[in-house]
């Protein structure tokens, strides 16, 4: 039984930082592209990044490009998403995901697992 668990959300200032993380099991980890999508209210999911398998290539939204930094440890199992200078439209619930596939695709129909997500308010 494949499991993804989001941690790390919560309430973060303008400007602050968060980590949140992806802890999965029931699968062979190594062999997955790992993504993180969020949705806002009334909105739809929507990509935010992407890490390949050996986490040597890794692709961005241009909304957070510069801010968030995508990365797994293949060992522990675990994908993370650290996000900087965060701004009030990053407020949302974020869901990793996984991709058998292993590309990294940036559509939400090509990942098979999906987490329960994890909510991030960005406010004063």
């Known amino acids: 039984q494949v499991q993804l668990v989001e941690s790390g959300g919560g309430l973060v200032q303008p400007g602050g930082s968060l980590r949140v993380s992806c802890a999965a099991s029931?699968?062979?980890?190594?062999?997955?592209?790992m993504g993180w999508f969020r949705q806002a209210p009334g909105k739809e999911r929507e990509f935010v990044a992407a890490?390949?398998?050996?986490?040597?290539?890794?692709f961005y939204a241009d909304s957070v490009k510069g801010r968030f930094t995508i990365s797994r440890d293949n060992a522990k199992n675990t994908v993370y998403l650290q996000m900087n200078s965060l701004k009030p439209e990053d407020t949302a619930v974020y869901y990793c995901?996984?991709?058998?596939?292993?590309?990294?695709?940036?559509?939400?129909?090509?990942?098979?697992?999906w987490g329960q997500g994890t909510q991030v308010t960005v406010s004063s």
């Open positions: 995901a996984a991709d058998r596939r292993g590309y990294g695709s940036r559509l939400t129909s090509e990942y098979g697992y």
């Open positions: 890490i390949r398998r050996s986490g040597g290539s890794t």
């Open positions: 029931g699968l062979t980890f190594s062999t997955y592209a």
